[in-house]
């Protein structure tokens, strides 16, 4: 997929609030999201348990890029879960190939193609003592890890109704190839690692 | 309940197997650590659950983990109906389970005491637990404690204490997706990387004895790890250690000389729990025997066991039956003045005859700060003796 109209231009600080109206100006796309293929699951616990269970149907997710210094603003909107979280959370990703010409992010990745993931969770109580946001690389669906001195990924969130904004933001070199992918994971619906939806293809980026 | 030292739990050595896919089967650990209980000897006291809380489980997200767990036979156990929950392998292929949650395990509760203490209406008020919301006030680790089964004059009960089994087929490794989970070669101790675990708890659904737990402030599944740095420094592990019962036995099942091989392979007293889960554990039971029960007219009926077993049967499976038979054989050549190897064993006259090659008192291991090796613990705190 290429959309054309999306850019990634200069902004204020303020733009890691993801209600600044800095964000009326730029321009977004939404972005279509499919389940991420229950034959790439790579273990058989996850194929067996989720053969048959509806799951990806998040999205589409409102993207909307732009930059501040050496960083990059990624705003996502989207309908999460309309219930409180019980096990599970709300989350959501932006997922950046490490070469031009790496597959599709369908996977999250593969082995031989790692992608970068910066995820934001929503947390529960207890879990305010962690970060929401991390920054990992991915090399299949649910593999996940964390990414050592990989500069730091930070996220700002906020609800309306059951209605996320979000804003990742991180180094703008994870934008090197021009290509950007996006996952949302439905916490109501028990979805977590390679359990999702994501987009089919890589969304270009206008230089 | 902070700073007890627990390590943190990394993949720091070679040797070991695990990420998705591996099922496990046949890498069985040729020094495979197992530990047999005696539940004859078994009192309820949860003295192996406090030594296992106390080492730990006592930092943040862990108040409501209890890695060792004693409870009472029939019950609802820990998680809740956790029999019930699925999970394990089925004709080769793993069973979906569920994952169990907050309110399903209980316990770690808030108690009310600033009310109580400090609000000015002690006399009045009942110390109680919080009710935070998340159901976890409704249950808790021994919550159906001597419950039990049965009628009276027949009601039965007794203790079965449960950890992780360190299986042969650790469907939990299998089912992690960022490959945290693994099974070490040297002694078949299933451990997490923590640092790689992503939480997503998979494992917790897999597990069909539901031994793992989730720590929700830090976002990662623990459950026991055999006193891993313990075994390594030749001690066994807190639960069998500390048991007043002195009914755990520690050791290898592959060694002809260990109680554990006699009592496992020998004598065919000891038996996994639930073998139809198909993960092979490692934890093995002696099982109950039981008092006659009584006729209605309470004259007592000598070819019936208190205990039914087909009960037993459903939690350790067929070879439960000829176990028990063997026990009586042996009862009776005793009680007729005989002698047997097997009592002889299971009565454990010599405290370190349990331990295997496990006998070292931790007391007189070396414990200043520098002498901790790293992958124990967060240096520079040191141990909590146990
Ligand atoms: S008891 Fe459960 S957690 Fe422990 S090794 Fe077996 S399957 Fe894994
Ligand atoms: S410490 Fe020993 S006697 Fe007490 S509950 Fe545990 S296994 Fe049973």
Redesign the pocket.
């Known amino acids: 997929m290429s959309v054309g109209s999306l850019t990634a231009p200069e902004v204020g600080e303020e733009a890691l609030d993801p209600d600044a109206g800095a964000w009326d100006a730029i321009p977004s796309e939404g972005v279509p999201l499919v389940p991420v293929p229950i034959e790439a699951q790579l273990n058989a616990y996850v194929r067996a348990a989720w053969t048959g269970r509806d799951y990806g149907r998040s999205g589409p997710v409102e993207l909307a890029l732009a930059r501040h210094g050496d960083r990059l603003l990624a705003r996502l909107s989207w309908d999460g879960s309309a219930v409180p979280p019980g096990e599970f959370t709300d989350a959501a990703g932006l997922l950046f190939p490490r070469e031009p010409g790496t597959a599709p992010p369908v996977t999250m990745g593969t082995h031989a193609e790692p992608v970068t993931l910066w995820q934001w969770r929503d947390r529960l109580a207890s879990q305010q003592g962690l970060p929401s946001a991390r920054h990992l690389v991915s090399t299949g669906p649910g593999v996940f890890r964390p990414v050592p001195a990989g500069g730091e990924v930070s996220a700002r969130s906020s609800r309306a109704g059951s209605r996320w904004s979000v804003v990742l933001a991180g180094p703008v070199e994870a934008l090197a190839t021009g290509s950007v992918g996006v996952a949302v994971w439905a916490g109501a619906n028990a979805e977590r690692a390679g359990i999702g939806a994501v987009c089919a293809t890589w969304v270009e980026v206008a230089p | 309940m902070r700073g007890t030292g627990r390590p943190v739990i990394e993949r720091t050595r070679m040797g070991e197997y695990g990420a998705n896919g591996d099922t496990g089967e046949g890498a069985g650990a040729p020094g495979q650590v197992a530990m047999v209980f005696d539940l004859n000897k078994c009192m309820g006291c949860q003295t192996c659950s406090v030594a296992c809380k106390v080492l730990w489980t006592r930092e943040e997200g862990e108040d409501h983990q209890w890695w060792m767990s004693v409870n009472t036979q029939p019950g609802l156990g820990t998680p809740k109906g956790w029999e019930e929950m699925g999970?394990?392998w089925l004709d080769g292929q793993p069973v979906p389970g569920h994952q169990p949650g907050r309110a399903e395990f209980g316990g770690g509760w808030d108690f009310n005491y600033q009310e109580v203490f400090y609000g000015g209406t002690g006399s009045s008020t009942h110390l109680r637990p919080i009710d935070h919301g998340d159901g976890n006030t409704r249950w808790g680790m021994n919550w159906d404690e001597d419950q039990g089964g049965g009628e009276y004059p027949n009601s039965y009960y007794f203790y079965l204490p449960r950890l992780?089994?360190?299986?042969t087929h650790?469907?939990?490794?299998s089912a992690c997706p960022s490959g945290a989970m693994y099974k070490r070669h040297e002694d078949g101790v299933?451990l997490r990387d923590e640092s790689a675990c992503q939480g997503a708890r998979f494992?917790m659904e897999?597990?069909?004895?539901k031994?793992?737990y989730f720590n929700y402030a830090r976002n990662v599944a623990q459950?026991?790890i055999m006193c891993f740095p313990r075994l390594e420094a030749g001690v066994a592990p807190a639960c069998a250690r500390q048991c007043p019962g002195r009914l755990v036995f520690v050791g290898s099942a592959d060694d002809d000389e260990s109680p554990i091989h006699k009592l496992v392979h020998q004598w065919e007293v000891a038996l996994p729990l639930h073998p139809e889960f198909g993960?092979g554990?490692n934890i093995f039971y002696v099982p109950p025997l039981s008092p006659s029960r009584l006729h209605e007219d309470l004259s007592i009926d000598e070819e019936t066991p208190r205990i039914p077993p087909e009960y037993l049967e459903s939690l350790f499976g067929p070879k439960v039956h000829a176990a028990l038979d063997t026990m009586r054989r042996e009862l009776a050549r005793v009680r007729a003045g005989g002698q047997s190897e097997l009592l002889d064993t299971l009565i454990v006259y010599h405290w370190n005859d349990l331990f295997g090659r496990y006998t070292t008192d931790p007391a007189t291991l070396d414990r200043s700060p520098g002498r901790v090796p790293v992958r124990f613990g967060r240096s520079p705190s040191t141990p909590t003796t146990s």
Do not use: E, F, L
């Open positions: 999970g394990g992780c089994n360190h299986c650790p469907v939990c490794v299933v494992c897999a597990c069909p004895y031994k793992i459950h026991c993960t554990p």
